[in-house]
C-alpha cells in the first residue's frame, strides 16, 4: 500500500483498499454477517497462535525463522528480525527513492517487494517463495549486465534455491540444509542483487 500510494497516489490506494475490503466482506453473502466474522476471527487466530510453534519448522524461510535457527529464539532473535525487516523496507525505500534512473521502475520495484513477503512474514513458507519468481526473471535477465562478483553471488543463490529439494537431496541432507537457513541466505542475496541491479541502473 505505501508504494502504491507514492507511485500511483491515493486514488489507486483507494480502490485497492476497496478491493481488500470486498474481499473481507462478500464472503458474509454465504456465511451471514456474524459467520463471516467468526471465519476470519478463526483465521486471525490459526495465523498468530501458529507462529511460535511453527517459527523453527524446517519449511519457515522467514527472517524470523532463520535468526531463531541460528542464535535460538528470544530477545536478541526478535531484535535481529526487527533490524533485518527495516533494512529490507529501507533498500525497498531506497530503489524508489532511484526510480527516476530508469524508464520501467515498476518491474523490479514490485518484484523485489514480493520477493520479501515470505521473509518478512513470520510465516514465510518456502513455498511462498514462489511469489519471488517476477524477482528471479529480472535476475536472469539482467544478469550479463552484473559485475562478475553479482553475477556469481546471483546464480549460485539461484542454484540453490531452485535445486534445494528433498526429492534431489534425501531426508536427512534436506533436513540439515533448511536447518540452516540457507534458502533464507539464498532469497537474501537475490534481494540484494535486485538493489544492485536498480543501483546500476538496468532496471
Known amino acids: 500500500m505505501p508504494w502504491l500510494t507514492a507511485s500511483y497516489g491515493l486514488a489507486t490506494a483507494a480502490v485497492a483498499l476497496a478491493a481488500i475490503a470486498a474481499g473481507l466482506l462478500l464472503p458474509a453473502l454465504v456465511y451471514g454477517w456474524a459467520g463471516n466474522l467468526d471465519l476470519l476471527s478463526s483465521w486471525w487466530h490459526t495465523v498468530s497462535s501458529a507462529t511460535a510453534s511453527n517459527l523453527l519448522g524446517a519449511d519457515n524461510v522467514s527472517l524470523t525463522a ?3 535457527k541460528w542464535i535460538g529464539p528470544g530477545s536478541l532473535a ?6 533485518s525487516v527495516l533494512l529490507l523496507v529501507a533498500v525497498a525505500a531506497t530503489m524508489w527513492r532511484q ?3 530508469v524508464a520501467e521502475p515498476d518491474y523490479a520495484e514490485f518484484a523485489f517487494l514480493l520477493l520479501i513477503i515470505p521473509l518478512v512474514s513470520p510465516q514465510g513458507w518456502d513455498y511462498v517463495l514462489l511469489l519471488g519468481t517476477p524477482a528471479v526473471i529480472c535476475v536472469i535477465d539482467r544478469w550479463r549486465e552484473l559485475q562478475t562478483p553479482w553475477r556469481f553471488m546471483s546464480g549460485l543463490a539461484l542454484a540453490v534455491m ?3 529439494m528433498f526429492d534431489l537431496m534425501g531426508r536427512a541432507a534436506y ?4 536447518a540452516w537457513s540457507v534458502v533464507s541466505v539464498c532469497a537474501v542475496v537475490v534481494a540484494a542483487t535486485l538493489a544492485q541491479i536498480r543501483l546500476r541502473a538496468l532496471a
Open 66 to 68: 532463520m535468526w531463531a
Open 78 to 83: 526478535s531484535a535481529l528480525t526487527a533490524v
Open 99 to 101: 526510480r527516476a534512473r
Open 162 to 164: 531452485g535445486f534445494s
Open 175 to 178: 533436513a540439515q540444509f533448511m
